[in-house]
């Protein structure tokens, strides 16, 4: 439950009161005033401080001058560690849970467990002669199954000869299709191999003829496009004056415009500028967010290992008291 209050606070920020606590203290810090400043060294001496800052996952650097983090990010930082401190200040301690209570409960029940011991013996022996005889039922059970396997198999062997042979059957007899396949297509491919000689006959007639047609037509295009080309040629001179005309009024425009251009270019300029430098300062209070819950995660992991190595040497110690137990109550350890 702490782990979350501490998330959130990381997240959604401290109350108005510490923001209001800690923008005065930074603010007289950063103008050098001795009590602001001695309240700063007395504060990173102090334990439950320490701790606020590793569960928040700040760094001492990361609050002084030099700081890449905007003023008021490292007044909300110093904000939540203040809260946090104060919220350590009031966690009441949870009483024994997990293997620490679960060995207080052993040491309650190994008495009652030495008197049912006997009982257990007694039973097991019991399971061990039923056990014995599920085995001879299996056996007996595995030796049947044997004999229907090698049935199934023999089965299994006659039908692949069947259908080797039926499958020999099949190839005779696609064989004779292929070679009548065969015939068939040789008198097909001669009989269309006439008819496109006689087409390739008729179509170089065609071709004679058309190409006579053809340079009788080109005789009479050459002499059009020569009285074309005459009249292009009129045409581009007098295109290309006026296009001269053209040129050096659009050089002018151009010139305007190469003006404009550069004044707007130079506003464009100091306009990204500026808004570059915010992005930076962004990105900057982005990832230092970032890195700071992967320290609170790593705090909390840190605080729950050491909860864990504490439930398993409570672990260990009732394993053995149980181990003990069960020696004292085992009749061949005794004898032995």
Known sequence: AH??????????????????????????????????????????????????????????EEMGSQSLLSVERRAAMLAAVLQERDQLHNV??????????????????????????????????????????????RQARAAMTAAHEEERAQRVRDRDRAFQAALDEHTRDARARERLTYMNARAIEQER?????FELQQRFERSGRALAMRDEQRGERGRQ?????????????????????????LADRLKQADRRSEEAVRSHQRAREQSAERRRLQECEH??????????????RVRKHIEALEDRQAFDDCRHMLEHGRHLRDPEALGA
């Open 287 to 300: 990832s230092h967010q970032v890195t700071r819950i992967l320290r609170m995660k790593e705090h909390e």
């Open 3 to 60: 782990w979350k209050a501490s998330l959130a606070l990381a997240t959604d920020g401290a109350s108005e009161g510490y923001r209001h606590v800690a923008s005065e203290l930074l603010a007289g810090a950063m103008a050098g005033h001795t009590e602001e400043l001695d309240i700063f060294d007395s504060l990173s001496y102090s334990p439950r401080f320490l701790q606020a800052m590793g569960r928040q996952g700040i760094e001492a």
């Open 92 to 137: 009441i301690v949870a009483p024994p849970k997990g293997a620490k209570c679960t060995r207080l409960q052993m040491l309650r029940r190994l008495s009652d467990s030495l008197a049912k011991t006997e009982a257990n013996v007694e039973q097991r022996r019991a399971v061990w002669r039923r056990n014995e005889e599920a085995e001879e039922a």
């Open 193 to 197: 191999c006439d008819r496109a000689e």
């Open 225 to 249: 496009l020569r009285a074309h080309v005459e009249r292009a040629q009129r045409v581009a001179i007098q295109a290309r004056r006026d296009e001269d005309a053209k040129g050096t009024a």
